[in-house]
């Protein structure tokens, strides 16, 4: 990547990711670029079994709404991928997003304008026999620049 242009990794908290990140890393790093970690994250609201955009509460009845625990678990993966790459780099200049959608379009929305977007091939979801993930067959044609998919070691 050239100088300056920020490299982008999605995570999901899976050991995929870890490792993607650590790649990312490590070329963000040789390139003198920033490292943007991103996790995208689905409400109640936003998928297809949520209805007409319309939220259920359940704080109310004392437990936790789901809007809130999904946004809260993107924001914690996002972080704990942030110290794993500082620890790694502590040089580097790292930015945490987590954001409400499809991660393959969420992925490729914080990707405008970045050298190189790093994925691990499979995170938690879909199923174990696929090489490639569908999020990572998605970025193949939406992302609007290159794409590593790291398999797992």
Same mark, same amino acid.
């Given at each position: 990547?050239?100088?300056?242009?920020?490299?982008?990794?999605?995570?999901?908290?899976?050991?995929?990711?870890?490792?993607?990140?650590?790649?990312?890393?490590?070329?963000?790093?040789?390139?003198?670029?920033?490292?943007?970690?991103?996790?995208?994250?689905?409400? $109640?609201?936003?998928?297809?079994?949520?209805?007409?955009?319309?939220?259920?509460?359940?704080? #109310?009845?004392?437990?936790?709404? $789901?809007?809130?625990?999904?946004?809260?678990? %993107?924001?914690?993966?996002?972080?704990? %991928?942030?110290?794993?790459?500082?620890?790694?780099?502590?040089?580097?200049?790292?930015?945490?997003?987590?954001?409400?959608?499809?991660?393959?379009?969420?992925?490729?929305?914080?990707?405008?304008?970045?050298?190189?977007?790093?994925?691990?091939?499979?995170?938690?979801?879909? $199923?174990?026999?696929?090489?490639?993930?569908?999020?990572?067959?998605?970025?193949?044609?939406?992302?609007?620049?290159?794409?590593?998919?790291?398999?797992? #070691?």
């Amino acid at each position: 990547p050239a100088d300056g242009l920020p490299v982008v990794v999605g995570v999901d908290g899976s050991l995929c990711s870890d490792e993607a990140v650590l790649y990312g890393a490590d070329v963000a790093a040789a390139s003198h670029s920033p490292l943007s970690i991103v996790s995208a994250y689905r409400t $109640f609201a936003s998928t297809p079994w949520g209805g007409s955009g319309s939220s259920i509460d359940l704080e #109310s009845e004392g437990r936790p709404n $789901f809007d809130t625990v999904a946004r809260e678990s %993107a924001q914690h993966v996002v972080l704990a %991928a942030a110290r794993i790459a500082g620890n790694a780099y502590p040089e580097l200049i790292i930015t945490e997003q987590s954001a409400e959608g499809p991660p393959a379009r969420v992925l490729a929305s914080a990707a405008e304008g970045a050298a190189l977007l790093v994925i691990g091939s499979r995170g938690y979801g879909g $199923f174990a026999g696929l090489l490639l993930g569908s999020v990572g067959h998605s970025l193949i044609h939406l992302a609007p620049c290159p794409v590593t998919i790291l398999h797992s #070691s």
